[in-house]
């Protein structure tokens, strides 16, 4: 089936959410009201903490979603033309993220985007058939006139990743930001091939906002027990629940 997707530009609010630009310590959409995981700031409860986080309870297009069924397509395949780079690690309260430095571009079709950062969730954000992996990446890539591209990797547990490996090295207990200590091959975490899915979906934090275009390799990754394990100490439970799809597509690609 042709494709038509209509990609929607970055609020500064939303922009400042995702970290996808901001230091640590700068102003974003924490600092207007305090979200989390559970109890009264989770995630059932994001709409109800500030108007600005109304598309988390109202929203006809948010993410994560469960992934059951796709339509066949001929649909462009994300190149990754990244470099390996020596990233700064950011524990930021929610997640351990990686800043990408350098220029680290993806493309999509005729779109051109830079990697800005990437970070994990436990466990996977996205399900197939409702079925979660321990862990998921979120690879975010921003247009220079503000589009969002995301790049979903599912993570089994299995041998040991390397490339992970080097930012769990470094990774704060505590917030804060360190470097890391060698450069890191982020380009090493994109499975190779395969099936992918691509929908139109949202942040999957505050405030949630739907400028999202997603991608979602089907074909997991690797990660030891105990690299799960360490993540899981900082962040037992930091993935939002799935959200109904509603009358969107997903469409599978090869």
Known sequence: ??????????????????????????????????????????????????????????????????????????????TVNWKPFVPGVVNNG?????????????????ETFKLVQMHFHHDSEHTFDGHHTPLE????????????????VMINEGAANSEIEKVWQVMPKAEGEANAREAIDFAQLIPAGGKFYRYAG??????????????????????SAEQIKA???LYPHNNRPVQALGDRTVVLGR
């Open 202 to 223: 949202s942040l999957t934090t505050p405030p949630c906002s739907e400028i999202v275009e997603w991608v979602v390799y089907a074909d997991p990754i690797e990660a």
């Open 1 to 78: 089936m042709p494709l038509s997707f209509n990609f929607r530009s970055v609020t500064p609010l939303a922009l400042a959410a995702f970290a996808v630009l901001a230091p640590v310590g700068t102003l974003s959409a924490e600092d207007h009201a305090h979200w989390s995981y559970e109890g009264h700031g989770g995630p059932t409860h994001w709409g109800e903490l500030s108007h600005e986080f109304a598309a988390c309870a109202k929203g006809a297009q948010q993410s994560p979603i469960d992934i059951k069924t796709a339509e066949p397509s001929s649909a462009h395949a994300p």
């Open 137 to 152: 990446a979120h690879f975010v890539n921003r247009s220079a006139d503000g589009k969002l591209l995301v790049l979903g």
């Open 231 to 233: 993540f899981a100490a």
């Open 94 to 110: 929610h997640t351990i993220q990686a800043n990408a430095a350098g220029d680290q571009t993806t493309t999509l079709g005729d």
